[in-house]
């Protein structure tokens, strides 16, 4: 059995000791993701699914770059990324 306790413990002295690990060349992909035409997508997947925007855009890049046409889903943004955020797939 895990010990949560001990868990949390790690985990917020692992915060506390966290260091960031990109420079500047992450710059142009933080601002893609927070751009208004993504972040409307973004919001507007999250009122559906209740995941919140940013955790779906960091997803969406994650797994395709932030590029629709790479998505599993080909049948509109919002499709693509209500289906990612949910975990499924539509045929």
Known sequence: MVDLVALRAANANRWAHAKLSRGPEFTPVAQRLVAAAAKARYLAVSARTGVPWFVIAVIHQRECEQRLRNA???R??????????????LP
Do not use: K, M
């Open 72 to 74: 599993v889903l080909r």
């Open 76 to 89: 509109s943004a919002e499709a693509s990324l209500l289906a990612s955020a949910a975990g499924t797939s």
